[in-house]
């Protein structure tokens, strides 16, 4: 079994920075790929940022140029979220080992809100 536990989110104001962790125990998943997706009540979800196990990153275009995924150790990956705007605020949850489908993931943490003010 495989546990997620995201922490660092909380409120922060338009232009400030936050750092997300997400912290894996149980199971080693070593070979998956470990992403962040965001969700706004009454929206779809959007996938982030993804790292993969040789530390590949992707973003998507609405967060390039000021977030920043890392996988510290075989146990942790963090989000370091800069220049933030109103419209990143949402709940952040931490996944793994995609299924292959669209948004599909083994492994899901329970979320840590951000919300960003202006």
């Known amino acids: 079994q495989v546990q997620l536990v995201e922490s660092g989110g909380g409120s922060v104001q338009a232009g400030g920075s936050l750092k997300l962790s997400c912290v894996r125990s149980g199971v080693k998943i070593g070979g998956c790929r470990m992403v962040w997706h965001r969700q706004v009540p009454g929206k779809a979800r959007e996938l982030v940022s993804s790292?993969?196990?040789?530390?590949?990153s992707s973003y998507a275009d609405s967060v390039k140029g000021r977030f920043i995924i890392s996988r510290n150790n075989s146990k942790t990956i963090t989000l370091q979220m800069n220049s933030l705007k109103t419209e990143d605020t949402a709940v952040y949850y931490c996944a793994a080992c995609w299924l292959g489908t669209t948004g599909a993931y083994r492994y899901w943490g329970q979320g840590t809100q951000v919300t960003v003010s202006s």
């Open positions: 790292i993969a196990s040789d530390g590949t």
